[in-house]
Nanobody
């Protein structure tokens, strides 16, 4: 069955870093656009970062304005895993972070991992 399993969340001080991982199984990972979303308490889920379906010649990434220059998304085709490197974290980055796989109107979601930025 399809699984997206996030890991790497936790509590970090402002200015710190975390690396989220999302391990995929049960579908053809390389054919899917991979996204990281987040949802803070009382707010709607928002798209944080996106990376195109796997290509051995190019990689296209997109970021929310609020995380540009601080976050980086990447994917490892051999490990069926997508990553989100988060640097210079701010309290407003506190949220549940969700991994998403998208292709042709098909959406798969992970269960989410909590990121808390606080001193």
């Amino acid at each position: 069955q399809v699984q997206l399993v996030e890991s790497g969340g936790g509590l970090v001080q402002p200015g710190g870093s975390l690396r989220l991982s999302c391990a995929a199984s049960g579908f053809t990972f390389n054919d899917y656009v991979m996204n990281w979303y987040r949802q803070a308490p009382g707010k709607e889920r928002e798209l944080v970062a996106r990376i195109n379906a796997y290509s051995n010649t190019y990689s296209v990434t997109n970021y929310a304005d609020s995380v540009k220059g601080r976050f980086a998304i990447s994917r490892d085709a051999a490990k069926n895993t997508v990553y989100l490197q988060m640097n210079s974290l701010k309290p407003e980055d506190t949220a549940i972070y969700y991994c998403n796989a998208f292709r042709n109107h098909i959406n798969y979601w992970g269960q989410g991992t909590q990121v808390t930025v606080s001193s």
